[in-house]
């Protein structure tokens, strides 16, 4: 091999593992099944574009995160929610694989300021519908109550 050659072969092998070995120390252990690239993008760009529906901006959780509130929550969220969003929330749910865009990793996402109680009723609310995933619409399926019992319950998992 001449020199320009191995030259241009050592970029193409080296730097592409330097980005990505950088991208795994951002995200800390585990990046490509719980980390910044399990965030659903769809729904955040949709948020940046068109603000959040005025039914629920500014809609807050009168909840208090009690024992019993939290067990409640974690309950509902496993009968409704784990089979795509994974029993931790990581979003390696059974019936994730396959689904474009994936389930998002919701354990972490709860836990940013972005998720505010108006984004997580909307979320929860209306579904996949606005951005095109497969997420169901949980407003004719859960009350207003139960909803926010597993949003309670998504801050501390
Ligand atoms: C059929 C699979 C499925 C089920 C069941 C499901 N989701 Fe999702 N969920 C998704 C997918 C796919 C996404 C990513 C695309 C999107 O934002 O709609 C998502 C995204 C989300 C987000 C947005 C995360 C972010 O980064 O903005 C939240 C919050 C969420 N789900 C909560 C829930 C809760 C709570 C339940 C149960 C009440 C639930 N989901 C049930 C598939 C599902």
Known sequence: MNRKILYIFMLS????????AGM????????MRGGMMNMSMARHQYVMRNGLPSAYSGKRNILKPDTETLSAGKQ???ANCASCHGESGQGDGPAAAGLHPRPANIARFAKMPMASDAYLYWTINEGGAPVGSAMPPFKDMLSDEEISQIMLYLRRM
């Open 24 to 31: 795994g120390m951002m995200n800390g252990p585990g990046m």
């Open 13 to 20: 092998t080296v730097v592409p593992g330097l980005v990505l």
């Open 76 to 78: 509902l969220f496993n």
